[in-house]
């Protein structure tokens, strides 16, 4: 195992600057997510560190090593791709032995290697089957299992489980987190979808336009958002987001709303009396009050069966609501809804940055 250090990483494709000076520290052991919209950089990234793309400035350590010129077999990594990349003439167990082959590896030895990751991964009744013979899901699980067997410093994911329904897709983020938590090998993995970054990853390091948005552990991005960006793409459904202009009178501050409704500003908010701030309140951090709050035209109601999902509008503002009680408003009608403010953010209009003491 080992950390991987990546140190003002830039990347350029052709004139067009892709990568603006990229900084992150990813611990020896770690399962670090790499998150963002399509085409942030994120997977540009990742096969940066693969040696798959060529770093046009920076440096990339794994351990204490500059890999920056070494080709993608002498990093001592191991890659699961979106599209599994199994061999399809092979069988499972070839698949799974290939690399190991290559190496000149002898054969009770590569045998030992295979049944042991087949067991991890319980595909030992698959193993002389073809990847046409499989499902999605044991076509990623023969992927993994492929890396596993290399027994590499660091596990490398682009966006895995995009190719699998939506129910596989969590049976597999689970599945993965639990083959981190007993192999213990650095994994670096990328998505688009923060669900799975907030679910499976140690530390999350949000991405956008070839930057770093913020990094850190999942509830802390979560809880402390650095701006209006990371608050509206960690969490699910996002966040909500009311223009308006910030309030003070001596010691206490409000929010008031385009619409003269005024809202408590969350505790020790920086700012400044008539500044133009965004007010975020999370859905599920909304609740019903019979006249105070925000008042908000139902849209549309969505019943879960363990919440009840309400859409909104405020002003021409979208806005969603989460309860965890069952409710039958009637499209159409007004619903008052109060925040928590221990709970809410307040950004600058202009920067988006996070205004808190």
């Not at 790499?34 to 940066?48: A, D, F, I, N, W």
């Not at 500003?265 to 975020?280: C, H, I, K, Y």
């Amino acid at each position: 195992m080992a950390s991987v250090t990546i140190r003002e990483v830039r990347k350029n494709f052709g004139p067009v600057p892709i990568l603006h000076g990229v900084d992150i520290d990813i611990p020896d052991g770690s399962f670090t997510v790499l998150v963002g919209p399509s085409g942030c950089g994120k997977s540009t990234l990742l096969r940066m560190i693969a040696g798959l793309e060529q770093v046009s400035g920076g440096e990339i350590l794994i351990g204490e090593r500059k890999v920056n010129d070494l080709p993608p077999k002498e990093r001592d990594i191991a890659m699961v791709f979106q599209n599994y990349a199994l061999y399809p003439h092979m069988t499972v167990r070839r698949n799974m032995a290939f690399a190991l082959e290559m190496a000149k590896q002898d054969q009770p030895t590569i045998d030992s290697k295979v049944a042991r990751a087949a067991e991890i991964l319980a595909l030992g009744a698959l193993l002389d089957r073809y990847p046409r013979q499989l499902s999605g899901g044991q076509r990623q699980r023969v992927a993994m299992g492929r890396a596993i067997v290399r027994d590499p410093q660091v596990f490398l994911f682009d966006e895995p489980l995009s190719n699998l329904d939506a129910k596989l897709r969590v049976a597999m983020r689970s599945e993965i987190k639990e083959l981190h938590q007993r192999l213990k090998t650095t994994s670096v993995y990328v998505t688009h979808d923060q669900i799975e970054a907030m679910t499976m990853g140690d530390k999350i390091v949000v991405m956008r336009d070839g930057r770093i948005e913020q990094s850190g552990s999942p509830l802390d991005l979560y809880d402390h958002p650095a701006n209006q960006f990371v608050a509206g793409f960690i969490g699910s459904p996002a966040m909500n987001f009311l223009p308006g202009t910030l309030r003070r009178d001596g010691s206490s501050a409000q929010v008031e709303l385009n619409d003269g409704t005024r809202l408590d500003a969350p505790p020790l908010a920086n700012g400044s009396d008539g500044q133009p701030v965004v007010f975020g309140t999370r859905p599920e951090h909304l609740t019903l009050s019979d006249s105070a709050g925000i008042p908000a035209r139902v849209v549309v109601m969505e019943p879960t069966g363990m919440d009840t999902f309400v859409a909104c509008r405020h002003e021409g503002v979208e806005l969603s609501a989460v309860f965890r009680e069952r409710h039958d408003f009637a499209p159409g009608s007004t619903i008052h809804l109060l925040p928590d403010r221990q709970r809410a953010h307040l950004f600058d209009a202009d920067t988006g940055q996070r205004l808190a003491a």
